[in-house]
């Protein structure tokens, strides 16, 4: 069992959890991932690793409410447990001699990127940051970022905080100003990973993506989390979460991550009523 020490919500639909697992903050890496059960009948779902104490033996998840999993997780308070929490696994992003990065995250990927940008920045390296939201109400992490960064961009599509527009508006900008990186990297929504993509590769900017598909195991023998890039068949859970962004069939990733909210939405809609049952 893993105590959750500390439970934060960060806006209504995302929340941080700190949990009490020693032997996986001790080795944890920005880019990695756990896999967990709420309890001992939950299905497995994977969450990247949003940060780590190793002092304090704690490892730090985000995560939307979207499925019956993250809605039943999100139930567990402060002091409670979760059954299963295994990792780190998954690929670390490489970090080291990189002198200059641009780092996008957009929506709950921020959570991803941001351990990033701050190990980059403990390396010594140049930290340009574009955060993205839809609204001003789903707004996450912003200090955290201006700690690491030494610029930032906040961006909401309808303009009410910050700059108005997506990520690639700063980005772009940049770009054409003749700014160039040793590597970009975007961390978010499939269709705002792709977008960065076709922004950077007329540049031939490097750019790394994070792949979060559908994951059952972790290990490579599912194969749920199958993409492909460069022509290539890979799996997510052991040749990633980190491409090559311009080497990834994002028009595949995208269909295939479209057969699931349906799903999602009805199996937490049948959670939040047995919850509303036990309430009554």
Do not use: W
């Amino acid at each position: 069992m893993y105590k959750i020490v500390r439970k934060e919500n960060l806006n209504p639909t995302v929340t941080l959890m700190d949990i009490e697992a020693p032997l996986i903050a001790k080795k944890a890496q920005p880019g990695q991932f756990i896999i967990l059960r709420v309890d001992e009948n939950g299905e497995r779902i994977p969450l990247t690793i949003a940060g780590y104490d190793r002092d304090k033996g704690t490892v730090t998840i985000i995560f939307q409410i979207v499925g019956a999993t993250t809605e039943l997780l999100n139930h567990k308070e402060q002091g409670e447990s979760i059954h299963d929490f295994v990792g780190p696994l998954g690929t670390p992003t490489h970090t080291d001699g990189i002198h200059k990065a641009c780092i996008i995250g957009g929506g709950v990927g921020c959570a991803i990127a941001l351990p990033v940008a701050q190990k980059l920045k403990e390396l010594g390296a140049e930290v340009h940051s574009i955060i993205g939201f839809r609204t001003k109400d789903l707004l996450i992490l912003e200090k955290e970022f201006a700690a690491c960064s030494d610029t930032l961009h906040v961006m909401t599509d309808d303009g009410s905080y910050g700059e108005k527009g997506n990520v690639c508006v700063p980005l772009n900008a940049a770009l054409e100003a003749g700014e160039r990186y040793d590597v970009v990297i975007t961390i978010g929504p499939l269709v705002m990973m792709k977008f960065v993509c076709l922004a950077t590769k007329p540049y031939e900017q490097k750019t790394i993506v994070s792949m979060n598909p559908i994951m059952v195991d972790g290990t490579g023998m599912c194969g749920g989390c199958r993409l492909t890039v460069g022509g290539t068949t890979k799996f997510a859970c052991v040749d990633g979460p980190d491409f090559d962004g311009h080497e990834v069939d994002f028009d595949e990733a995208i269909s295939r991550s479209r057969s699931y909210p349906a799903f999602e939405a009805h199996a937490r809609e049948a959670a939040c009523n047995l919850f509303k049952k036990e309430v009554q």
